[in-house]
């Protein structure tokens, strides 16, 4: 916004008004031609910020861009028109926005004078000069104080301080594209196996898998493992028939097989012949682990049951070792992800005994998972902290920087407490 007034009435019909003289959006405070002279230290400050627009025949009109504090500075040394608006639009636009408590606008209001011949006068004042000094030296110490304090808590949160160890239990990685392109895979060789029929030695294979599983289902142990040495001489007779493919093939059709029969089981409630020779006590252990509920709901997913199907079923055939049939390593982190979730067991203590069995296991083919974390936090849960403090300090020999490093030195001191004979 700025204020023009012109000397002679042929160039402008009205003496004052609101808007651009030159038409466009600046805010300007135009100062007029006879003003006294400023500070001549300020010279080279007004000489930037006045430019010279034609107004009136015999004058030019200077005009001041609102630029904070330099609008300020120039003002309070140079004399402005001698009109009310000025004073109005110093005190409203330029020190309102410079200044900001009451005190400081009193001091402004009392910078802007008004001389009875001249009108409304800005003078100097020692108040508002320091007064925006001092608000200057104080801009960013909010910024600043945020730093300094998120830095203190940083460094409070990274302090170790006793912890009593519990969950979460670290899981394995896992590689869910991996999976989906395995389950992928495998549907597509269940559906070749029905298309063309298996070789006899591999469909042997099948069979004794079912006599297995019902077996087991019906408690006949003896019989079970009678069964179980058949298949290990059936599948090595298959693989050097007919090489590794039918005998993958055959897993998926038997894997595919399961999964259907499990979703009939959860529509009925009752235990199929086709789910008992293919999963064996499936629905009992699943029931234990917390897998079935009681309204025959099973709680894990199909990726799930696909993973711990195949594995069983590999272990089955004694194909945990074999190249091709042996499971990779993202099918060993999917597994036991699931029985670190959901262990077998009727209490916490059976549970957690079942997990440090898997995170043995585990550990043999993952070296990427932090095992001794892990087994540092079940053995505290079982009333072992001796034996926790070994583990919590052999997971921070060997990663001293990792993911659990803060929760393991925690751990650890939470754990000798419990222990204080040792160091």
């Given amino acids: 916004m700025r204020l023009a007034r012109a000397q002679e009435a042929e160039l402008y019909a009205e003496t004052t008004r609101f808007g651009p003289a030159h038409d466009g959006r600046q805010r300007d405070l135009p100062l007029r031609s ?55 639009l110093l005190e409203h636009e330029i020190f309102r926005t410079l200044l900001g ?52 808590v940083s460094v409070w949160v990274a302090l170790p301080r006793p912890v009593t160890p519990g969950d979460p239990l670290p899981l394995p990685a896992m590689d869910r594209r991996r999976q989906a392109l395995e ?17 006899y030695a ?5 069979e004794l898998v079912r006599r297995h599983g019902a077996a087991i289902a019906t ?83 199909r990726d799930d049951l696909f993973v711990l199907y195949r594995l069983r079923w590999t272990d089955l055939v004694g194909a945990l070792d074999h190249p091709v049939l042996g499971p990779t390593l993202a099918d060993v982190r999917a597994y036991y992800a699931v029985l670190l979730r959901h262990p077998e067991g009727a209490s916490p203590r059976a549970r957690d005994a079942h997990r440090l069995a898997s995170i043995a296991a585990l550990s043999r083919r993952d070296p990427d998972f932090p095992a001794d974390f892990a087994r540092g936090v079940l053995l505290y849960r079982l009333g072992e902290p001796a034996r926790a403090v070994e583990a919590f300090r052999r997971h921070l020999a060997t990663r001293p920087d990792g993911p659990w490093s803060l929760r393991a030195r925690n751990y650890l001191l939470a754990s000798l407490a419990e222990a204080p004979s040792m160091d």
């Fill in 183 to 199: 389950r992928a895979a495998d549907h597509e060789r269940a559906r070749a196996a029905r298309e063309q029929p298996l070789p």
């Fill in 34 to 88: 006879r003003q006294t002279d400023p500070d001549p230290e300020l010279l080279p400050e007004i000489h930037r910020l006045v430019g010279g627009d034609e107004h009136a025949a015999d004058a030019d009109v200077a005009s001041l861009a609102v630029e904070d504090f330099a609008v300020g500075a120039l003002a309070a040394h140079t004399r402005i028109d001698g009109d009310p608006w000025v004073n109005a």
């Fill in 219 to 301: 408690g006949d142990s003896a019989t079970a493992a009678l069964v179980r040495d058949d298949l290990a001489d059936a599948r090595r007779k298959a693989l050097a028939a007919h090489g590794p493919e039918p005998l993958a093939r055959l897993r998926a059709v038997q894997t595919e097989l399961f999964l259907a029969a499990l979703e009939t089981y959860e529509r009925t409630g009752e235990r199929s012949v086709e789910l008992d020779e293919l999963a064996g006590n499936f629905v009992a252990t699943g029931r234990r682990a917390g897998w079935i509920d009681e309204s025959h709901r099973v709680l894990l997913t």
């Fill in 101 to 152: 408590d009451s005190k400081q606008r009193r001091a402004c209001r009392r910078a802007v004078a008004f001389d009875p011949q001249s009108g409304p006068v800005v003078r100097s004042s020692p108040t508002v000069s320091r007064s925006v000094s001092l608000s200057r030296h104080f801009q960013g110490l909010g910024v600043a104080l945020v730093s300094v304090g998120l830095a203190v």
């Fill in 202 to 206: 591999v469909r042997l294979v099948g």
